[in-house]
């Protein structure tokens, strides 16, 4: 049973959906992001944002997959100070929804001045409304970047244990866990993270706080990185205990602090969120069986059976 | 409370809640009421989910009678605590210029859950001919409980949509795999240009050798033509018993000449007493 607690999910397709629920993957968060260009208007983030608690969400829910979401204003579009301005007017209104577990991705690209207004400002509205931050930290310059994302963190009176300080590698680990905040690891296949990397720092340092991630998107990734990081870390000795906390139960906890996310969710068949219909009149039809709380050896949808809705 | 309906909900809440939730929904529906900033109601709304939770309100036959004599056609008995407390929050929106163009905005940035229910208070609203384009709007999703927050015990589709929206909707449930049978209106609303589209998208499935649901053949019935008839026979020999039974069930309401003779030729069929229902 795994939580991958950050997939781009708008980006991939039904196939990746369909091999996450059958590797295990009960929940994923996806944490807004920007499209790989940057948007002209404000319309385009509502939209986004709309489809993040939306139609993504009933997409994941078909292939029995919990959609959580996170969202923020990310670093790259904080560049555009009159549309960051609209954007973070707007921000209120999404934060408050149910399944929204984080105010993220967030935090610096450039370390520009507006990134880190924008940075700021979102650290305030995250402890207004009482959620976790999930810390973008830069891809240049990144052991700078990090310590200073959460040195304004602390600056912002922020718990530490309520930041999730993702895309870490060997260089900065060290210093996020010291300073007591999470730190979460990208898999990607050629940059940022490798399993076999993965694998030592877990050695190296022991389960506690770390948290590992697929970060999906758009570009070459794995939406599986987490089954197969723990697939790995199972053949390299590491104990269950270990591989479940990395994999799974740390961004539970982390993430679970906003209240918005519990296992509870995808464990208890009786707790399934009744207005998504797993069973009967709504999402799985034509007596195909409910894919929530039986995990891993479950019947995939068949996509050419007409069950489902994409 | 300004709208009627909203006290009916406040009581429904009022035997379930905690006191805290009802003191927090009495004290927003207040100010909502008195006019607040569109910001507050969006807020609020939203933030109903962190006091009441989605347990259904089970209502008793009494209650579910009340709501049938406050909006007629009206069935809340699928409702639940969060989606009820959403409900009396958009009862207190002042009656004025900026009411539809308040819903709008809602809807545009909603979440499932709140868009579930928004559409399924829609009947129970002021201004309803202004909300119509929302709604069908709603019939538009792809999100069955969306889709069913509209098409499901709410009579508001049946009240204010015309034939081509209405045809659109009942269509649109069997193809998204919905029952009709909770749809309101549904006998009463049959109409020839429904029997027509129905009749080709059973065509439609038989040539793609795939199941019609024998629900589709209640909108034909009362409406059938020759064609419709021939499709009717079609089944009476070729479907699986619920299909053929939904036929006779069909063949019965329809006043075409040749259906009771089709009735007739099936003796086994006459003695089915299962109703709409039973397919659902």
């Known amino acids: ?310 | 409370m300004t709208n009627p309906r909203a006290g009916l909900l406040r009581e429904w809440l009022a035997e379930r809640a905690v006191a805290d939730a009802l003191a927090w929904l009495d004290e927003k529906h207040g100010a909502i009421a008195d006019g607040a900033p569109d910001s507050v109601f969006f807020m609020n709304y939203s933030a109903a989910s962190r006091r009441f939770d989605r347990t259904p309100l089970a209502l008793d036959e009494s209650a579910l009678r009340a709501a049938d004599a406050a909006v007629p056609g009206w069935r809340p008995q699928a409702w639940e605590m969060m989606h009820t407390a959403r409900a009396v929050l958009l009862c207190a929106l002042p009656d004025g210029e900026a009411f539809a163009p308040t819903i709008d905005k809602l809807l545009d940035a909603a979440d499932i859950g709140e868009q579930i229910a928004a559409y399924q208070a829609l009947p129970l609203l002021t201004q309803p001919t202004r909300l119509v384009a929302r709604a069908r709007e709603g019939t538009r999703t792809n999100i069955t409980a969306v889709f069913q927050a509209i098409a499901h015990n709410n009579p508001f589709a049946r009240d204010h949509f015309e034939e081509a929206p209405w045809n659109q909707m009942v269509l649109k449930a069997l193809f998204v795999g919905v029952p009709l049978a909770p749809i309101v209106g549904l006998d009463e609303r049959a109409n020839a240009a429904l029997m027509r589209m129905l009749c080709d998208y059973a065509h439609e499935r038989w040539a793609a050798g795939r199941v019609v649901s024998p629900e589709l053949w209640r909108c034909v019935g009362p409406h059938a033509d020759d064609d419709a008839i021939r499709d009717l026979a079609r089944v009476l020999a070729q479907g699986d018993d619920d299909a053929r039974a939904a036929a006779a069930l069909a063949l019965r309401t329809s006043p075409h000449s040749r259906a009771a003779e089709l009735l007739s030729k099936h003796k086994e069929l006459a003695s089915v007493s299962r109703s709409w229902n039973d397919f659902a």
């Open chain 1, 1 to 310: 049973m795994y939580l991958d607690p950050h997939v781009h999910a708008v980006s991939r397709t039904t196939d990746d959906y369909q091999a996450m629920a059958a590797a295990g993957v009960v929940a994923i968060i996806e944490p807004a992001f920007w499209l790989g260009q940057p948007r002209t208007n404000v319309g385009s983030f509502q939209d986004y944002f709309s489809m993040l608690v939306g139609w993504e969400r009933f997409r994941a829910s078909q292939f029995g997959i919990r959609h959580y979401c996170a969202i923020g204003l990310n670093s790259k579009e904080a560049n555009n100070e009159a549309l960051a301005e609209e954007v973070i007017d707007l921000l209120p209104r999404y934060l408050a929804k149910e399944g929204v577990v984080a105010v993220g991705e967030i935090g610096y690209d450039d370390m520009s001045a507006l990134e880190e207004k924008y940075f700021r400002i979102q650290l305030d509205l995250a402890k207004e409304v009482d959620l976790p931050v999930m810390i973008h930290t830069p891809h240049r310059n990144k052991k700078e970047g990090t310590s200073r994302s959460m040195s304004v963190c602390e600056e912002h009176g922020l718990a530490p244990g309520t930041v999730v300080v993702d895309h870490n590698n060997e260089e900065t680990v060290k210093e996020v866990l010291d300073r007591g905040f999470w730190a979460a690891f990208t898999i990607y296949p050629h940059t940022k993270m490798g399993s076999e990397r993965m694998v030592e720092i877990v050695k190296q340092y022991g389960p506690e706080r770390i948290i590992v991630d697929s970060a999906a998107d758009w570009g070459v990734s794995d939406p599986l990185a987490v089954p197969k990081t723990a697939a790995l870390m199972k053949a390299r000795g590491l104990s269950d205990e270990a591989i479940s906390k990395v994999t799974y139960q740390n961004a539970l906890d982390a993430y679970g602090q906003s209240g918005q996310i519990r296992a509870g969710d995808w464990l208890d068949a009786a707790a399934v969120d009744p207005t998504e219909k797993f069973e009967g009149s709504g999402v799985l039809r034509g007596g195909q069986p409910p894919q929530v709380g039986k995990l891993g050896n479950t019947p995939m949808p068949d996509p050419g059976s007409d069950n489902l809705i994409v």
